[in-house]
């Protein structure tokens, strides 16, 4: 005999995030620090920064945010990834500076790609994740709770600022960018 039908849909919790939402058997992100299901509502906010939104300054936040948030420490490259993502934080929050300035300066982080040990411990992801930037209504909304969420990010990784702030200050220099 079959089982009975059901209405009831598989649930995922990300490990990165806490994120429930349905689950899909499509990829992760590249460090694989989240579920699918987070991954693929990255994907949709970052298709709408692509598409609908034309590219706002606040992407940058976004990617920062998402990849810090989903930290894994298994490779040197997932290492150097969560430093360089915090550093783009620090330099949004603490700097004040913008996306394209943060973008130069974070390619002078590592760039001799060296290993570097984790950030340990790792903080409690926090309460607000990506699906709270995809529930936006337009692209004042989008950006206001982008800002949230990634300051909340930034906030749970008070523990290791001065880290971070020591990384920012050598890639600052190294970019040829001075502080604010």
């Known amino acids: 005999m079959a089982p009975a039908a059901t209405n009831e849909q598989a649930m995922s919790t990300c490990p990165g995030c806490g994120l429930v939402a349905p689950a899909n058997d499509g990829p992760c992100d590249p460090y694989a620090g989240s579920s699918p299901a987070c991954w693929a509502t990255f994907n949709a906010v970052t298709l709408k920064d692509y598409g609908e939104y034309q590219y706002p300054d606040v992407h940058r936040v976004i990617v920062d945010a998402y990849m810090t948030q989903h930290a894994t420490f298994a490779t040197p490259a997932a290492r150097?990834?969560?430093?360089?993502?915090?550093?783009?934080?620090?330099?949004?929050?603490e700097q004040r500076m913008k996306g394209p300035i943060v973008g130069r300066t974070l390619g002078?982080?590592?760039?001799?790609?060296?290993?570097?040990p984790p950030l340990a411990p790792k903080p409690a992801p926090g309460p607000l994740t990506i699906a709270s930037v995809l529930a936006a209504e337009g692209l004042d909304d989008h950006d206001r709770r982008a800002r949230a969420w990634a300051l909340s990010v930034w906030t749970a990784w008070a523990?290791?600022?001065?880290?971070?702030?020591?990384?920012?200050?050598?890639?600052?220099?190294?970019?040829?960018?001075?502080?604010?």
């Open 108 to 116: 002078q982080v590592f760039p001799d790609k060296r290993d570097v």
């Open 159 to 180: 523990p290791h600022h001065a880290r971070i702030e020591s990384l920012a200050k050598a890639a600052l220099a190294r970019a040829g960018v001075s502080e604010r």
């Open 80 to 93: 150097r990834s969560v430093c360089v993502h915090l550093v783009g934080l620090y330099l949004t929050f």
